[in-house]
């Protein structure tokens, strides 16, 4: 159990790259997430989230909740590189959910003329390869992980 700890903590600690990925990724994240927990920038909020995604999707409300408490305090876990490769692995999945679920019936391109019936996956895409960067390589130079790490 704790190898497979030391291995979800690993990383290097003077690597600048995934810092600067996890906090813009986390960043762009958050302020989604934010949307749908708090209703700011525009979105509807918890409540109506979940009443939208059952009544439009089909989604159970575990789903819904599970999205929105990844891309909100999974996103400030991402930031700060708490358990970085479990949180990108997460978002990973979300990030798929969506392609699968509204964005690959649509294509590739986003609707930038509006001349399409939704928005592309190529923003989803960019977030799975930054991901996958970040699930090889661990949260970097000041991530809690490299803390954490010391003490197992």
């Known amino acids: 159990m704790i190898k497979l700890y030391n291995k979800i ?75 970085t490769r479990i949180m990108a692995s997460l978002l990973g999945c979300v990030m798929l959910g969506a392609i699968i679920m509204l964005h690959a019936k649509v ?4 609707n930038w003329y509006g001349t399409q019936m939704g928005e592309g996956f190529e923003y989803h895409i960019l977030v799975l390869g930054m991901v996958i960067a970040l699930i090889i390589s661990g949260g970097g130079k000041y991530s809690l992980d490299t803390t954490l790490s010391k003490y197992v």
């Open 107 to 110: 294509g590739f391109y986003m």
């Open 9 to 83: 903590l690993e990383t290097e600690n003077h690597n600048w790259n995934p810092l600067i990925l996890r906090v813009v990724l986390g960043s762009v994240i958050f302020a989604h997430g934010a949307q749908k927990l708090f209703g700011m920038w525009g979105g509807h909020g918890f409540s109506q989230t979940i009443t939208d995604w059952e009544k439009f999707f089909n989604l159970p409300s575990f789903i819904t909740i599970s999205v929105i408490l990844i891309e909100s305090i999974g996103a400030i876990l991402l930031i700060a590189g708490l358990f």
